[in-house]
């Protein structure tokens, strides 16, 4: 490659020897272009392009400085040398001051190593920029990007930090510099707020690249911490010896808030905001281990909203979804704050007492929780009541693992749900078996109905006047295969807990007035028939139209049926019971109260049903004969069915002397073993042909 120098002198003797030396010598390529004044050496600028000038300052146009500014002008970016008498010239070391690259002397014009020496310029002059270009390059780079990087010597001194540094850790670069890395990075762990050893210092120990350990907190200069994590590694130089280390960092206060805030979402219920079953498990394992080191016991509470799903679908959702709500408030505040109280999906909670507690502060807090559940929940436009029934279990007692004790719990909330709800109950053993019966029964009562294993029994009810019989009341029966004949109150609560109880009740309806149809047909006076409606019957959407649907379907009268609704499924939604109740009236149905006196009716609301019968409690019958109270209460349901023109029935007659207490109070109907017990279709029909034998009345 040409090398294009301009060489401007006016001297030509120094001229002429200077081009010789250059271009005569074998190996190097020098163009060289001689003016003599400083325009014409500047107009050649103008034009063409040197690698390197090489100037005598003293021209005939112009002196000292003057040319060196006019060239380093014009001529830039080449390097300008400075031709001289000697090595001691004043004007080419201000002129070097001033950025030329060197100067030659008059004793070197002839010298052959000149054109060496010049080459040697050149070659470190190119590497100089392109170091230049580099560090800008890099320069630009670590200040444009987000990472913080500080770099030291081998003392651990700052010696470099891009602008992300400086924004982190509050200190400008200038202050920065040369200060041990320690004092500007001060780090410490987040947890243990212990003061964390600095990498940098671990690098240049062991002249190994590190991460920093998690959890690690920079202390800002102002006071204020960030999150942060990073990496550190040896700088080393020509020789692969350890130079200083650099290290890189970044904040993640946002990353940490955002994972802490999915770690949040994936442990707690979006409704309610408390912990979820994965979150309340971990509590509960932790929570086992802490008890088993200090063998104190803990306790468990599965609490479930009675009638929940009934809210949910007259209300909606959304008014359920508040509701959850509520309730979770209402929970939190009946507990400490050691507690866990979170939901288990649905409306059902658990709720987690790792602090020792016995049963009777256990007892304590379930009756709290249970009186403030039941206390009016404001909801939107509505005032909500609601209560809920509770489980307790206990480790170690019931349980030592988190699976069994919510097992446990939830059996035993099922009997307190069976109980007759709004109540709690502690686990026992025997309820583990209830448990597995209850299945067994479940399992069995799906195929019962495709198997043909149900029939009904008719149990008459009599006239008390006329000692005739009046009508009967169907009662399902239930031949199980293996088990023999199942009675109702072994398997109607589980049919109804699994809703299996619509479909069966649809055949017992069904049943029942076709029996009636054919003993009508065979000319006996039947008198009414009455079925047991249960509470998932009553409230399903079809019932009425079912109603309906079978009177159409046998043809049997609408007077002539009696449907049989306990208190307790009246009282739970008065307004939808009032409907409902209306709905079968206009058909000419006829409603009976059943079990009269063992919920909790309020008079008034009595009133506002449309209600044919009501059928006293078999239990105040029989307190009749034990004579335990003196009959008070039958006297008032009697005394009270009369006054609303209602027909009471007293169920349960199985003494001559309660048939005379009743007779006597003018009692309209009696039932019970006296009489007849529930026979089969054909024994019924011998019944209403034969008539009753009843002992006479005193
Ligand atoms: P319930 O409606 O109160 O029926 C009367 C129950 O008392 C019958 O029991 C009957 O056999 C019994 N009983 C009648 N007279 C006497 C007596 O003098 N002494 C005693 N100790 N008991 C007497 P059962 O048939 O076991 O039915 C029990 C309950 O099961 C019924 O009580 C009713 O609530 C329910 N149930 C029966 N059949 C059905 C049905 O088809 N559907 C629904 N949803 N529930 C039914
Ligand atoms: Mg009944
Ligand atoms: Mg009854």
């Known amino acids: ?56 300052l003293a021209l005939p146009d112009s002196g000292g400085m003057d040319t060196f500014e006019a060239l380093s002008q014009a001529g830039a970016p080449a390097p300008i040398l400075i031709l001289t008498e000697n090595d001691s010239d004043a004007q080419a070391a201000l002129a070097i001051q001033r950025g030329a690259e ?36 890099a320069e630009l780079t670590l200040n444009a990007i987000s990472d913080a990087v500080i770099a030291t010597d081998l003392a651990g001194r700052i010696d470099y930090m891009n602008a992300a540094a400086e924004v982190m850790t509050l200190y400008p670069r200038e202050q920065a510099l040369g200060q041990p890395i320690g004092k500007v990075l001060f780090l410490i762990n987040g947890s243990t707020r212990m003061p964390e050893r600095n990498p940098i ?30 990496s550190a590694a040896p700088i080393h130089d020509q020789h692969g010896h350890i130079a200083g280390a650099v290290m890189v960092f970044h904040d993640i206060t946002a990353t940490l808030a955002m994972a802490v805030n999915m770690l949040h979402q994936a442990q707690h219920d979006y409704l309610t905001n408390l912990p979820n079953r994965l979150l309340l498990n971990d509590r ?110 206990t480790f170690p007692s019931d349980g030592d693992d988190a699976e069994t004790l919510i097992k446990n719990a939830d059996s035993a909330m099922y009997l307190a749900k069976e109980k007759g709800r709004n109540g709690y109950q502690f686990f026992k053993r025997a309820m583990n078996e209830r448990a597995i019966e ?53 398997f109607i609560p589980v049919a109804e807990s699994a809703g299996l109880i619509v479909p069966i009740g649809r055949w017992v309806l069904h049943e029942a007035c076709r029996q009636a149809v054919r003993w009508k047909q065979a000319g006996l006076d039947c008198g009414t028939i009455a079925v047991n409606i249960s509470t998932l019957e009553f409230r399903h959407k079809d019932f009425v139209a079912g109603v309906r649907a079978v009177l159409a379907e046998t043809g049997l009268a609408p007077a002539c049926l009696e449907l049989e609704i306990t208190e307790s499924v009246l009282m739970r939604d008065i307004d939808s019971s009032i409907a409902t109740l209306l709905e079968l009236k206009a058909m000419g149905v006829m409603l009976a109260i059943d079990d009269f006196g063992t919920g909790y009716s309020s008079l008034s609301y009595l009133k506002l049903f449309p209600i044919d019968i009501l059928k006293i409690d078999r239990s105040f019958v029989r307190d009749i004969d034990a004579r335990r109270d003196d009959g008070v209460i039958v006297s008032a349901v009697i005394a009270m069915g009369t006054s609303l ?36 279709p054909a024994h019924f029909a011998t019944l209403l042909k034969t008539g009753i034998n009843t002992p006479p009345v005193a």
Not at 10 to 27: P, Q, R, S, V, Y
Not at 121 to 135: K, M, P, T, V, Y
Not at 647 to 676: I, P, T, W
């Open 1 to 56: 490659m040409v090398t294009q120098v301009l060489l401007l002198s006016d001297k030509m003797a120094d001229a002429l020897c200077l081009i010789a030396t250059l271009e005569m010598h074998a190996g190097d390529d020098f163009d060289v272009d001689w003016e003599r004044s400083l325009g014409a050496g500047l107009a050649w600028l103008h034009t063409g392009e040197a690698d390197v000038i090489l100037a005598d």
């Open 102 to 137: 060197g100067n030659f002397s008059k004793a070197q014009f002839a010298n052959s190593l000149l054109p060496h020496m010049l080459r040697n310029i050149l070659q470190r002059r190119a590497a100089e920029q392109s170091l230049f270009i580099h560090n800008e390059r």
């Open 201 to 230: 210092d671990l690098v240049l120990l062991h002249d190994q690249a590190m991460h920093l350990t998690t959890g690690t907190v920079m202390l800002r200069r102002d006071g204020s911490e960030l999150a942060i994590e990073d």
């Open 284 to 393: 509960i394992a932790q929570a086992i281990v802490v008890a088993r080191r200090h063998a104190t016991p803990l306790t468990l509470m599965f609490l479930d909203l009675d009638n929940f799903k009934h809210i949910n679908d007259s209300l909606g959702h959304p008014v359920g979804d508040a509701l959850l709500q509520s309730v979770a408030r209402c929970l939190l505040g009946c507990v400490r704050s050691s507690d866990t109280v979170s939901r288990h999906g649905g409306d059902e909670f658990l709720i987690l007492l790792p602090e020792q507690r016995d049963e009777a502060s256990a007892t304590l807090l379930a009756a709290k929780i249970l009186r403030a559940i039941a206390l009016p929940h404001q909801v939107a436009k509505h005032e909500i009541h609601v209560t809920a029934s509770i489980g307790i279990s």
């Open 438 to 490: 209850r299945r067994a029964v479940e399992t069995g009562l799906r195929q019962a109905l495709e198997h043909q294993q149900f029939h009904l029994n008719y149990q008459p009810k009599v006239n008390l006047a006329s000692g005739k019989i009046s009508g009967s009341e169907a009662l399902l029966r239930w031949n199980h295969p293996h088990w023999g004949m199942v009675m109702p109150d072994r």
């Open 645 to 680: 023109h209602q027909r009471v029935v007293a169920e349960g007659v199985e003494e001559a002397a309660q048939l005379a207490f009743l007779k006597q109070r003018n009692c309209d109907e009696g039932q019970g073993y006296l009489f007849s017990r529930p026979v089969a």
